[in-house]
């Protein structure tokens, strides 16, 4: 029975834990966010700027975001049906220009693991 109670209140850290962690790296994500932002908006008045609005990017279909000028091989990533998972968001962000060849997006990418995946959560934070 003790082993029972042990092994639950294991658990129980884990996931209070885990919880902990969401909340920072949401928290560390719209700090990463920052070198996004002269391109890109998010938020309930986001416009699109140089990039395009990034409200609900999680799940969208690539090239899609209605008045944005998208790239060709933007355009056509969407047509052949590209959409932003977070494994594709993980990659892309990685190397834009390896993941996608031909966009326009002029950014050398987010080396750190981590951090690429704190603002996949933060982003997810605004719906569309």
């Known amino acids: 029975m003790n082993r029972a109670v042990l092994l639950s209140a294991i658990a129980m850290s884990s996931l209070l834990c885990a919880s902990m962690a969401s ?13 996004c932002r002269a ?23 690539a090239g899609t975001i209605e008045g944005f000028n998208y790239s060709d091989a933007n355009k056509k990533a969407g047509a052949e049906g590209w959409v932003w ?26 080396r750190d693991e981590q951090d690429r995946k704190d603002l996949i959560a933060y982003l997810k934070t605004f719906p569309k």
Do not use: S, W
Not at 23 to 35: S, W
Not at 39 to 54: F, Q, R, S, T, Y
Not at 88 to 104: C, D
């Open 23 to 35: 909340a920072q790296d949401v928290e560390n994500g719209a700090d990463v966010f920052k070198r």
């Open 39 to 61: 391109c890109h908006d998010v938020g309930e008045k986001a416009k699109n700027k140089v990039g395009p609005i990034l409200n609900g990017i999680v799940g969208r279909k």
């Open 85 to 110: 998972t977070e494994e594709k968001m993980m990659e892309y962000l990685l190397n834009p220009r390896a993941a996608m060849p031909g966009n326009k997006m002029a950014f050398a990418g987010i």
